[in-house]
């Protein structure tokens, strides 16, 4: 199979999915394919290899119930509990709804910390999901955009002297607590109850292209093993604001029946929080798919300091 560069910017393969980069360093939109349908093997290939060159891939019009977003997901991987602390809806228990409001999920505690910040999916985990895939349902009529950095890149951008120096570092990841609002106690409780802490490494490498990504994210980690808390406060502070220069990152407007599928290894993400200056809602799901542990430059993997690895759902 082979992928035809047709004018320069959009590549048609021969299975007739398109894969058109949005920016040079991340991001691009694939068309050309009905993701109701199971897919063809030479499909699944023309999108996993577009996952791991642009790290995080878009779709339009696709209109599937949350069964064929579960069946989308089992062609790339197998996936997990919707969330390894907040639990699952018992009907379809791969699928976590992320509302504005986060209402329609009985387990999951309100919002008492308006999402998240920049993150990688469930760091906290030894084994944190490979992949995301993040299905629109209501979309605001303009806001609630997402972001993607491209954290190969931000690595690459670093002096060989800082990349060497971050190569021989590993840092904590755990889930923060919930400091204020009427739901931190019962969400607290739950994070406490899991305590799903990991040590992974600062570089990682990505276990299909090989390149280094940098590998954290100021949603869970909270130090850098070694250091002392001034050090490794700098240091991450530097790193956090490197990663997501605007050249590394793209920005994706959502519109009903979009699906946006990331790489979790070599990107962050943000759910940018205008949609709560409006009465705007804002209505997703997303299936993550189970990821091995990270390996860092010196080979050595990711260690569980606490808790057990994110598990699977197996095909009833
Ligand atoms: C997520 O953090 O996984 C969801 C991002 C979003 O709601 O845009």
């Not at 349908?37 to 060159?53: E, F, H, S, W, Y």
């Not at 809806?89 to 919002?111: C, L, Q, V």
């Not at 629109?136 to 009529?141: E, S, Y």
């Amino acid at each position: 199979m082979s992928i035809m560069n047709s004018i320069n910017t959009d590549f048609i393969t021969d299975t007739g999915v398109t894969v058109t980069p949005t920016t040079v360093h991340i991001g691009a939109e694939i068309g050309g394919v009905d993701l109701r349908k199971p897919l063809t093997g030479d499909q699944v290939t023309v999108i996993r290899q577009a996952l791991n060159q642009w790290k995080v891939v878009f779709f339009r019009n696709q209109p599937l119930d949350h069964q064929q977003h579960i069946n989308f997901g089992r062609q790339f991987g197998d996936p997990t509990v919707a969330h390894v602390v907040f639990g699952s809806d018992g009907k379809y228990p791969e699928i976590y709804p992320i509302t504005k409001h986060r209402t329609s999920f009985a387990s999951r505690p309100a919002a008492t910390r308006i999402w998240t910040d920049w993150h990688t999916d469930i760091t906290a985990a030894v084994n944190p999901p490979f992949g995301s895939i993040l299905r629109a349902v209501t979309i605001p009529p303009y806001g609630g955009d997402t972001q993607w950095t491209n954290m190969a890149a931000a690595y690459r951008a670093l002096s060989p002297t800082m990349q060497s120096f971050l190569g021989t570092l590993r840092a904590i990841h755990r889930f923060k607590r919930a400091d204020s609002g009427k739901d931190a106690q019962a969400y607290n409780e739950k994070v406490n109850n899991k305590a799903l802490i990991s040590e992974h490494p600062l570089v990682t490498v990505h276990p299909e292209t090989g390149e280094y990504c940098l590998y954290t994210n100021s949603e869970f980690v909270q130090e850098i093993v070694g250091l002392t808390k001034a050090e490794s406060d700098l240091l991450l502070n530097y790193l956090w604001e490197h990663c997501i220069r605007p050249e590394f990152t793209v920005r994706f407007h959502w519109q009903a029946d979009s699906i946006a599928f990331w790489d979790n290894r070599s990107t962050q993400h943000l759910a940018i929080r205008d949609v709560y200056d409006t009465d705007f809602d804002r209505e997703l799901y997303r299936v993550t798919l189970n990821g091995e542990r990270p390996i860092g430059v010196d080979g050595k993997p990711s260690k569980s300091l606490s808790g057990q690895p994110i598990g699977t759902i197996k095909k009833p």
